[in-house]
């Protein structure tokens, strides 16, 4: 509920949001689908990716009412994969390209807060300080829950494009129900995710 804490969280979730579907866009880009560059989505623009309910609204009022779940989304990046260049490992590419620009950037953001705690006086209650933080433990949250292979999740492109064919089935279930296992996992996962963030908190302070 502190201001400063807050402006920086949702500073750093846009960011890292942006940065993720920035990277879906430029992936099919090069892999030869123009539909999210026709459609404005090339960009590092936030406003371009911002949802008005999923990115602001949905957040906000979580934190405000102290549920203790805190979850959002960006609008997601329009991709035609029959334009892709490889069928098989094009959606798995253009899914896994969204993580991974997650992980660079919240190492980046290790780096220059290792540049601010040794070249700097600022205390852990700076507001710089707080916004890399916040920026760095968004961004790798951001990539770990985005792996997991549950659809609409970006895992679970990763997870069909490795499947062999005769668990087609399975995907078309996984797909039919799985915003439904994601919505579960969301509400009744509390502990799982109490787990991920204080693990990842403990990872991030090993490096900092």
Known sequence: MDPIFLVASFVAFFLALTVHEFSHAMAAYYLGDPTAQQAGRLTLNPIAHIDLFGTILLPLFLILSSTGIVFGWAKPVPVNYYNLRNAKWG?????????????????????????????????????????????????????????????????????????PDKYHDFKVVLEKYGIYILFALLIFGGSFLDNLFNGLQRIVGFFI
């Open 91 to 163: 959606p798995a590419i253009v899914s896994v390209a969204g993580p991974a620009a997650n992980l660079i950037f919240g190492i980046v953001g290790i780096i220059l807060l290792n540049l601010v705690n040794n070249f700097t006086s600022l205390g852990v209650n700076n507001l710089l300080w707080i916004f890399l933080y916040v920026l760095i433990i968004v961004n790798f949250i951001l990539m770990v829950f985005n792996l997991l292979p549950i659809p609409p999740l970006d895992g679970s492109k990763i997870l069909f494009a490795v499947l």
